[in-house]
């Protein structure tokens, strides 16, 4: 019986370079094989820890195949000082608010308390899970140029993010915040090599960097473009700079090497043949030199 070759999507693929993570390339080579889950560890011999969080890299990039999410209640309760007390009596949530409190440098308002009793309650979210999106939200804040916290509210809309992402585990945290926050820094080596120097990014334009990091790109070959959109407009046009990448990236283009050799900008492309005129010239220069 032939074997069937494997065969892999470029968007996995291109995902998987990014992350940088050989177990979990081997783990979704493994499953994308049609290997179980519950035989990876002794087919992989990875321990439980690696294992867990190689499957947390893939849940990231969506290569893992979801898992059914218990419903949760469409509107959060309201909650009161009364449940604060409550939870601070019949739960570790007392913990996990010290804990807020010291990577925050302060003493979170009642308001504040509640958003986090919202995370620990309702969502669900084990207090190591915060304890890891706390830390995540403030080196955030600080790769970002930031000198200030980020708000409890900032911390909320993360924290339902992750959610959604189903992240509710260390191992998943830690390896999602790994991840992103290595994304951020690359953002940061874009940023430089657009010359912007301290100036932060808009949502707009930190939008469209990601974008470019997606397609494979990375700071050389974003200075290229940058370079090629300074001379033929005369300084920084973001659609510009982005119609640039988006055509090599449409051609496949993603190194310097292969730009140098393979850019061809559209209708740029001109004859082999020599024109007319130059024949023409040619022709001249040889009538002279018989003469």
Not at 14 to 23: E, Q, T, V, Y
Request: hydrophobic fraction near 40%; charge should be negative; glycine fraction near 6%.
């Amino acid at each position: 019986m032939t074997e069937q070759p494997l065969t892999i999507p470029e968007r996995d693929w291109r995902k998987l370079l990014a992350a940088a993570s050989g177990d979990a390339a081997l783990l979704y080579l493994y499953q994308r094989a049609g290997g179980t889950p519950d035989q990876a560890e002794s087919s992989l011999r990875l321990d439980k820890a690696r294992l867990e969080c190689a499957v947390a890299s893939l849940k990231q990039m969506g290569l893992w195949p979801e898992e059914p999410k218990p419903l949760r209640p469409a509107q959060p309760p309201v909650y009161t000082e009364a449940d604060l007390i409550r939870a601070e009596r019949e739960s570790d949530f007392p913990q996990l608010l010290g804990e807020a409190q010291r990577r925050f440098g302060r003493i979170l308002s009642v308001e504040e308390a509640k958003v986090l009793l919202s995370l620990y309650d309702y969502l669900g979210m084990p207090a190591d899970v915060i304890s890891i999106l706390l830390s995540y939200c403030i080196q955030r804040a600080r790769a970002r140029g930031s000198l200030r916290n980020p708000s409890m509210h900032t911390v909320e809309r993360e924290a339902y993010h992750w959610a959604d992402l189903g992240i509710d585990t260390m191992e998943e945290a830690a390896s999602y915040m790994q991840m992103q926050l290595e994304r951020q820094s690359r953002v940061g080596q874009i940023r430089q090599a657009l010359q912007l120097g301290d100036r932060k990014l808009s949502p707009g334009e930190e939008k469209m960097v990601l974008q470019w990091l997606d397609w494979g790109f990375g700071p050389a070959e974003v200075a290229r473009a940058y370079e090629k959109t300074c001379m033929n407009t005369g300084g920084l046009k973001w659609p510009y700079l982005n119609s640039i990448l988006k055509s090599w990236h449409s051609q496949g283009l993603h190194t310097l090497q292969a730009i140098e050799t393979g850019d061809r900008a559209p209708g740029a492309a001109q004859s082999q043949e020599p024109s007319q005129w130059a024949r023409d010239a040619v022709a001249r220069m040889m009538r002279n030199q018989e003469e």
